[in-house]
């Protein structure tokens, strides 16, 4: 067993309690593998025994993917970090033991930079103030590096001046985007966006092909467990070359890449956010595979019009939110009946209904389960199942 994997927690995070990011932090790092192991076996054995859970051999600062909540106090001061869970107070935060270091390091940095261009943090009670958010992310491949300065007006003076003085101090930054969010709303990004250096997006290497990831796509967030989640998937759909394999839930289209580059014959992805359908088409293009195609819309939608118009995929990945899929894409997998199903799910509870409703309604059997701790220290559970007749 490796050090980390002892016990380094015990809920050594100080913030633990009022930020509830790290639901485990209490336990050790292998109690919580245990835990999660319990829980997707107790929720999924009726289908088939879970593998053992693949868990990190590092399990600290594994974000990629790091934002900051920022506000202006009564005296001035200005603070970043999470909102205390299930409130809008922040918890001051400089540093996470989940996120990646330089991120935080940035969001810091970005914070000391504001006094002294006279810019303000937004204030949730008036609507006023400059800097609500600030997101990073980070290519961990290619430590390309994205600034993503969130404001509540469009107005940002001295905004060359400052992106300088950021980039001076983090030359890993490769793009700085603005995006203004002027509602009153739960949602850190708003849609109008503006590109302040670089491309306006970052790329990443994962199973050997090239991402593009961009302000608001989704992109995992934890890239050493996504190359082991990605692998596994492909182990298990077995292709041999000129298949059909459908991408549902495709996001950027990473699984259906990587199938590509494995030799699937025809790739098909489906996405309902069309930023990351963009993500997608250009990922296609980078990694130059022609035999690919991304179509923008509900899966369970495409679903039955592709089963309608007698599409027959050999095999089917379906990776959906946390909701998990429904019935219309269920039904069109079940008529379109692929050799190979395989379902990758971040949440244990969704697909045992799921699972629940595709072996009641035929006569598909869960073949393999196997669960990933891709969020350590989080109560989520990540698992990729095989289902087939065999
Ligand atoms: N497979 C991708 C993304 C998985 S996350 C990856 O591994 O990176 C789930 C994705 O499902 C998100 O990109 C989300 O935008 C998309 N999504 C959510 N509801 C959807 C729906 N009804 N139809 C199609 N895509 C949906």
Same mark, same amino acid.
């Given at each position: 067993m490796s050090k980390s994997k002892e016990n380094i927690n015990n809920g050594s995070c100080p913030e633990y309690k009022k930020c509830g990011g790290c639901q485990l932090q209490n336990m050790t790092y292998e109690e919580q593998l245990k835990y999660k192991q319990n829980k997707v076996d107790r929720l999924l054995k009726k289908f088939r025994k879970p593998l053992p859970i693949k868990g990190m051999d590092n399990p600290y600062h594994y974000r990629n993917k790091v934002q900051a909540a920022f506000r202006t106090l009564r005296n001035g001061k200005i603070v970043s970090g999470v909102y205390q869970s299930g409130s809008h107070h922040i918890v001051s935060i400089d540093s996470c033991q989940i996120e990646d270091v330089t991120a935080d390091k940035i969001i810091v940095a970005v914070r000391k930079l504001l006094p002294s261009f006279k810019l303000s943090a937004y204030n949730e009670d008036t609507g006023r103030g400059f800097l609500r958010h600030v997101l990073v992310k980070r290519g961990f491949a290619t430590n390309q590096t994205m600034l993503v300065l969130v404001t509540g007006t469009p107005v940002f003076p001295s905004r060359n001046n400052f992106v300088k003085a950021i980039c001076k101090q983090f030359p890993e930054i490769t793009t700085v985007v603005?995006?203004?969010?002027?509602?009153?709303?739960?949602?850190?990004?708003?849609? @109008?966006?503006? &590109?302040?250096?670089?491309?306006?997006?970052?790329? #990443?290497? +994962?199973?050997?092909?090239?991402?593009?990831?961009?302000? %608001?796509?989704?992109?995992?967030?934890?890239? &050493?467990?996504?190359?082991? +989640?990605?692998?596994?998937?492909? #182990?298990?759909?077995?292709?041999?070359? @000129?298949?059909?394999?459908?991408?549902?839930?495709? $996001?950027?289209?990473?699984?259906?890449?990587?199938?590509? /580059?494995? $030799?699937?014959?025809?790739?098909? $992805?489906?996405?309902? @956010?069309?930023?990351? &359908? /963009? #993500?997608?088409?250009?990922?296609? %293009?980078?990694?130059?595979?022609? @035999?690919?195609?991304?179509? *923008? $819309?509900?899966?369970? *939608?495409?679903?039955?019009?592709?089963?309608?118009?007698?599409?027959?995929?050999?095999?089917?990945?379906?990776?959906?939110?946390?909701?998990?899929?429904?019935?219309?894409?269920?039904?069109?997998?079940? %008529?379109?009946?692929? %050799?190979?199903?395989?379902?990758?799910?971040?949440?244990?509870?969704?697909?045992?209904?799921?699972?629940?409703?595709?072996?009641?309604?035929?006569?598909?059997?869960?073949? /393999?389960?196997?669960?990933? #701790?891709?969020?350590?220290?989080?109560a989520h559970i990540e698992c990729v199942c095989l289902i087939s007749r065999q």
């Open positions: 603005q995006n203004v969010n002027p509602y009153r709303t739960n949602l850190v990004l708003g849609n @109008n966006q503006k &590109v302040l250096f670089g491309k306006g997006y970052i790329e #990443d290497i +994962l199973c050997g092909c090239r991402f593009r990831i961009s302000p %608001k796509s989704f992109y995992q967030i934890n890239p &050493v467990q996504t190359e082991f +989640l990605y692998n596994t998937a492909m #182990d298990f759909a077995e292709l041999k070359g @000129n298949e059909t394999v459908l991408d549902a839930y495709c $996001g950027t289209g990473t699984i259906g890449i990587v199938a590509a /580059k494995r $030799g699937a014959g025809r790739v098909i $992805g489906v996405e309902l @956010n069309p930023d990351a &359908v /963009k #993500d997608a088409i250009s990922n296609a %293009k980078a990694n130059n595979l022609k @035999n690919i195609r991304f179509y *923008k $819309g509900d899966a369970g *939608k495409f679903m039955e019009s592709a089963a309608d118009e007698k599409e027959k995929p050999d095999v089917v990945f379906m990776d959906p939110p946390r909701a998990g899929s429904d019935e219309t894409f269920l039904n069109s997998l079940i %008529k379109m009946s692929p %050799k190979t199903v395989v379902y990758i799910s971040c949440n244990p509870e969704t697909l045992a209904r799921d699972l629940d409703y595709l072996t009641a309604n035929s006569d598909y059997k869960v073949q /393999k389960i196997q669960p990933v #701790d891709m969020f350590p220290h989080t």
